[in-house]
Structure formats: C-alpha cells, structure tokens
C-alpha cells in the first residue's frame, strides 16, 4: 500500500500515521457508542487542560464533561422513553453565528469556566429535557404540564446519577418553577406518583404525545389541559386500586376510551399452569372493546415470563407490535421491568371493517 | 420468533440514533464578546437596549444566560434563575 519509492524514513512516518488515525477512530467510535467511556475521554482532556491550560482545551474538556454527564442519562433514557425522542447530547461551540444559522426556537447557553460546572452541567441537562422531550408537539401541550414533566425526568435522572447535585437542583430550577407556577407542583406530585410504579414514562408520556400529535390540527388541542388532567386520573385511580390489593379492579379501570385514543392495561406477573393463556384471553377481549393502544407492564420478578407473553401477543393478528421498553419501576414499585405497547395493526383493523360492511 | 425479529428490526432502526446527537450550541464565557459582535449587537448590549423576555430587565455582558431565536428575532435571557427556566 505504501509506495516503493518513497525513502524508509518516509514509509514509516506514514505507516505511524495510519496507526494512530485507526487507534484513534477506533478510540472516537468506542467513545460514542460505550457512554461510559467518556468519562476517560473527559480526564484525558482534563488532564490536558489543567497541564496547559489552553483555551481550547479547557473548552474541550468542559463540553466533554457536560456531554459525558448528560450522555450517561440518557444512555438508560434512551430505552426508556419512545423511540427516538432522545439523543446522545453533543456541546456546539459557537464563536461566531449569524441570525440566519440559528433555527427557530434554537438557545445559545453561555458557559462559565470550570469553577461553576455544576451550574453548567444542571442548565445543560435541563436545556437538553427541554429541548429532547416531545418532538413536535411541544407547542400542543400545555407549558406548564410540559415544564413538569422535563422536571420530573431531570430531577430523577439528577437523583438517581448525580445525587450531589440533587439539592442545588431542587433549590434552583424546581423551587423557582413552583414559585412561578403552582400548578406545576400538583403536577410534580402526580407524575411522581406514576413514576414509582413504571406508567409516567411507560404510559403516561407515550399517551399524551401520541393524543397531541393527533390533536394538533383539531379542536381537542384547545382542551389538552382537560385531556391530560383525565388520563392522569385514570392512572391514579388504576394505581390506587393496585396498591390497596383490590383483586377486583372494576372493568373500567383497565382501560379507557377518551377523544383521541383509546388504552388498556395488561399486567404481566404469574406465570400458572395456562402459561400465556390468560393474558392473551384478556388482549382478544380488549380487541373486541376497539381498544387500540395496548400497553403490557411486565413485573420485574416475572420479566422472561413478560417478555414471553410479548412475544405470544405478537403472535396475534389483530395487535401489532410498536415498542419494548424498559421501566424506571415495575407495577409493584420494584426497580425495572419491562413494557410493551401494542397498538391495533392496520391491515387488521382494515379487515374487520370489511367484515362488518 | 415474533419477538426477536422485532428486536433484530428495531436494533437497525434504531443503530443510526447511536451516533446521532441533539446539538446543544453554547458560547464559552469568553467567546461572548466575539459571538455577540458576529451578530452586530455590540452597541445594542452595551447601551443595554435588549431586555430580558421574561423579565424585562436590560441584558448586559454580565447578566446575559442564553441566547434564543423566536418569530425570527433574537431574544434574550437573564442570568436569574426564575427566568432561564421559563424556557
């Protein structure tokens, strides 16, 4: 590959560079895709930074840092919320930009030197939730239901990561939003509620964007307010049935029909001797109630045996498969689980329309 | 059978979401003046003819927090933390 006629000392610069750019880019593509890596990558720039203390470097090494942080959350976001609303983050220098280059609603966030990271790092992550959480809807839903919401992940994700920064966080960014707000502390408290069973990110999230996304060019988008409020109560009163042991949930708490979509429940946990059975019963059932979106909660302790019963719903005609995702917690406030929503398949759905003309 | 076909489906799907990135654009503290004189503001910053969107206080170098387009203007946002998380 290297050309004869070139002298030894040459070949061999040549051949160091070609190494090092293939370590090199093997050590850029195992960076992007181990988040955990990063941390590496932002001590080496640290450590750069702090022997010379170039401007450029220092920079490096506080975008790294950011990202690094940023991107640890969001690697097991990543899994959690629908597909493809969030990612990996990527800090853009700007020294210079014209009116023109920034799209509309784009933020330029000034960093301050290293001294004041933590403030750096708690305005990246909320800039990052606000920016990240719905996509394209953003302007359907509620400010202050959205704002809540950015602030229920962020202080999770906060809490559970980064748990020094959790009371600067609390102080700053959730007691100024309250204060402004109250509203948004009623809400606060009921997505905390549904967090700790699995249905905020798992259900709730995944409901109101698909409800606005279907709302944007209609009348509904003018009660979204009222929409929310209701599916919220739902869930609520589904939890609270859940945690008081009611073996008896009355039919309608499974599921419901609101303007725009239509949802049910399916618990997965015992595995008895009809195997899958039971649940698929229940799923033709919700299919004979024109229940469109299915959302399958599986208990952490039982997850094989959940992700089985996915896989045999799959199976049916009538429900397609749209996502498996991971939940913060299961139904019984374990941590994790696994859930799956299943929406009604088209094809189907055309067929039986056939069918009833 | 279903189950992993979907998830070998939903992997190349998804593959691409691993290496892109949600830029997040941000000025370094001394990089501000450079940027706001691309933008040819220098004079309205100074004489503090800007004002903060949320609370009308005037925007200076020191106060400045973040930049935002919207309707096509500039706005400006304030170093107080009531106002950075309006947005």
């Known amino acids: 590959m290297i050309p004869n006629f070139l002298p030894i000392w040459a070949q061999n610069t040549l051949m160091i560079v070609g190494a090092s750019a293939l370590v090199l880019g093997f050590l850029k593509v195992l960076f992007e895709i181990v988040p955990r890596l990063g941390r590496l990558k932002t001590d080496s720039w640290k450590y750069v930074a702090g022997k010379w203390k170039h401007r450029r470097f220092v920079k490096n090494a506080i975008a790294s840092d950011i990202e690094t942080h940023i991107n640890e959350v969001v690697a097991d976001l990543q899994k959690e919320l629908p597909s493809g609303w969030i990612k990996k983050a990527s800090i853009k220098w700007m020294t210079e930009v014209s009116n023109n280059d920034l799209e509309e609603g784009e933020l330029i966030l000034r960093i301050q030197p290293f001294e004041n990271q933590d403030q750096n790092f708690l305005s990246g992550v909320y800039a990052f939730f606000s920016k990240a959480l719905f996509p394209r809807t953003k302007e359907v839903i509620p400010l202050n239901a959205r704002k809540a919401a950015v602030l229920q992940i962020s202080h999770r994700t906060i809490s559970d990561k980064k748990p020094y920064l959790q009371q600067s966080f609390e102080d700053s960014f959730l007691e100024t939003a309250v204060r402004n707000d109250a509203s948004i502390a009623t809400y606060l408290g009921r997505y905390k509620r549904l967090d700790q069973r699995g249905f905020f990110t798992g259900t709730f999230l995944r409901e109101i964007h698909e409800i606005a996304t279907k709302a944007r060019f209609q009348d509904l988008r003018n009660k979204m307010n009222q929409e929310i ?68 909660m599986g208990a952490k302790e039982q997850e094989p045996f959940a992700r089985y019963v996915i896989s045999e719903i799959a199976k049916l005609p009538r429900y397609q498969l749209a996502e498996v995702f991971d939940i913060n917690k299961d139904y019984r406030g374990t941590i994790g689980g696994v859930g799956a929503l299943f929406v009604v398949s088209q094809t189907a759905e055309q067929n039986r329309e056939d069918t009833e003309e | 059978m279903k189950l992993f076909l979907f998830k070998i489906k939903n992997f190349f799907k998804t593959f691409p979401d691993r290496f892109s990135r949600t830029p997040v654009r941000a000025v370094y503290d001394s990089d501000l003046k450079n940027l706001i004189d691309s933008l040819g503001i220098r004079n309205e910053i100074d004489s503090g003819t800007y004002a903060c969107k949320f609370c009308n206080t005037p925007i200076t170098f020191e106060n400045l927090r973040a930049i935002q387009k919207e309707t096509g203007e500039l706005k400006f946002i304030c170093t107080k933390l009531e106002c950075f998380s309006k947005i």
């Open chain 1, 229 to 296: 409020d209701e599916i919220l109560s739902h869930v609520e009163g589904f939890i609270t049935q859940l945690e008081n042991r009611t073996h008896n949930i009355p039919p309608e708490g499974w599921y419901r029909v609101g303007p725009a979509t239509s949802y049910a429940f399916l618990l997965v946990a015992y595995p008895n001797h009809q195997g899958a059975r039971p649940y698929l019963n229940r799923v033709q059932e919700r299919s004979t109630q024109n229940i469109e979106r299915l959302y399958v």
